[in-house]
């Protein structure tokens, strides 16, 4: 009991090591604070990026790199740059059904530089950005920094108390950002709660081999089937390959045995059937716990929250990367002037979720529309999925077959980045 009082009271208050000062502290380095990070200090803002892991190595953590973000990196001069690191470049994807109705999203029409999704490892896209900031000497990143504390005084928030190796450091800024991801610790402190959409399914991912005779770079391709929607990845080393189940069945597939499951997938992709055999552990296949939240408000005075933090995305579209950098494009953009003064009012906090806000949830809902549309009811009830008329229509209509390439591409706003 003395013991277990003694540590909490450790734990409430740590031994500080050192007292550091920045203009924008962000928590972490994910997409949304790579990219602020970044854009804040190319403008010679103070800023200090904490990352919890000591690399940046995520697997499973996608791979998607839209137009928009494409744009965004040619504004700031570093497309070249990025798509220097190895990559391949999905320009079509394509869907089709057990009945033999085939539809495709074609990315080649839009009107830009980048008519495609850029399919770029996450570790050396970020890698990439920060070596980029690092080029600017108000740039700061302290990897294995976990932020575990706000500094909070007269409901001002001050910055945040982080641990790292060689223990806990206080760190007071101008403005704390939030860039923690879909399980945010800053959120949590802040005492924010996402209002969550329910999405019906979870996702089975693991890769598999990439063979001599496949199709260069061929892109992507979507498959139903019973009770289930296949979707490849051509990453040019290998193959990533996303199955949905219907939400919390890992443990009925599991249970069912990786025989069944191998046999199940490759009757999804014949073509693949004999590459199934490469999966031997269930350890070779990551589960992801589909989610769609969105929160009420971003912001308190001094701390703002973007990416995934203030709205968790799910994987339909692959859209969450590319939504995390427009959040940090628009944040850049509205807090320059004041990072720059010393001060930033929570007015400009309250406009960045006005600006993002409605962009968010128009892509929210059209991911829910496209999951509606695309699985349907298969995942509930194992019937045979058909792609829906409706889309079907849409995507063979000349005028509108565009709109959903367009939608995933950039979204219904996109966000340029002032006075690159
Ligand atoms: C399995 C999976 C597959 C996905 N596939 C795709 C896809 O194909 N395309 C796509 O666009 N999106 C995909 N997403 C969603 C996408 O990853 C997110 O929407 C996007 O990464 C959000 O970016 P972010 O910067 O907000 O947060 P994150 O990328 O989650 O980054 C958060 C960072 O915060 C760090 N961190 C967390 N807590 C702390 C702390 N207390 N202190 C310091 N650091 C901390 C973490 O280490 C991490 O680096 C996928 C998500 C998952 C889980």
Redesign the pocket.
């Known amino acids: 009991m003395q013991h277990s009082e003694t540590q909490s009271r450790q734990e409430s208050s740590p031994v500080i090591s050192s007292h550091e000062e920045t203009t924008c502290c962000i928590?972490?380095?994910?997409?949304?604070?790579a990219m602020l990070a970044l854009l804040l200090a190319r403008k010679g803002i103070e800023v200090t990026l904490?990352?919890?892991?000591s690399d940046f190595a995520r697997d499973?953590?996608?791979?998607?790199v839209h137009p928009s973000t494409m744009e965004v990196l040619d504004q700031i001069g570093l497309a070249e740059r990025v798509l220097q690191l190895k990559h391949t470049e999905a320009r079509v994807l394509e869907l089709s059904d057990p009945q033999g109705e085939a539809v495709s999203i074609d990315f080649k029409q839009l009107k830009t530089r980048y008519p495609y999704i850029a399919l770029i490892p996450q570790v050396h896209f970020l890698e990439c950005i920060t070596e980029a900031a690092r080029e600017y000497p108000t740039f700061r990143l302290v990897m294995g920094?976990?932020?575990e504390k706000l500094l909070e005084e007269d409901g001002y928030v001050h910055g945040v108390q982080y641990r790292a190796q060689d223990g806990w450091h206080e760190l007071r800024a101008v403005l704390t950002v939030g860039?923690?991801?879909?399980f945010s610790?800053i959120r949590k402190l802040a005492g924010f709660e996402g209002v969550k959409s329910s999405p019906t399914m979870d996702i089975l991912?693991f890769h598999l081999p990439h063979q001599e005779d496949d199709p260069a770079a061929s892109g992507g391709k979507l498959d139903l089937g019973q009770g289930h929607l296949l979707v490849r990845l051509d990453r040019g080393n290998e193959w990533q390959i996303g199955y949905t189940i219907a939400k919390g069945g890992y443990q009925v597939i599991k249970a069912a045995g990786l025989e069944k499951l191998r046999a199940d997938i490759g009757k999804l992709m014949p073509d693949f059937a004999d590459r199934m055999q490469t999966i031997t552990e269930w350890k070779q296949i990551?589960v992801?716990s589909v989610e769609s939240s969105l929160l009420k408000r971003w912001y308190r005075p001094g701390l703002l929250l973007i990416?995934?933090?203030a709205h968790v995305?799910s994987?339909v579209g692959?859209?969450?990367?590319?939504y995390?950098i427009q959040d940090a494009v628009a944040s850049a953009n509205i807090l320059t002037d004041y990072l720059k003064q010393g001060k930033v009012p929570t007015s400009a906090l309250a406009s960045i979720q006005r600006r993002r806000e409605l962009p968010t949830k128009l892509i929210q809902s059209f991911q829910r529309l496209m999951q509606k549309q695309i699985l349907g009811r298969a995942l509930a009830t194992d019937e045979q999925p058909r792609l829906s008329r409706p889309f079907w229509l849409l995507l063979h209509t000349p005028f509108l077959r565009l709109l959903p390439a367009h939608f995933i591409a950039f979204g219904p706003r996109r966000e340029r980045v002032r006075n690159p």
């Not at 928590?27 to 604070?33: H, L």
């Not at 499973?60 to 998607?64: A, L, P």
């Not at 860039?179 to 879909?182: H, T, V, Y």
């Open positions: 928590v972490c380095g994910g997409p949304a604070g904490l990352e919890e892991h499973f953590r996608g791979d998607t920094a976990r932020a860039a923690d991801g879909r610790r991912l990551a992801l990416g995934d933090a995305m994987p692959g859209v969450g990367i590319n995390a």
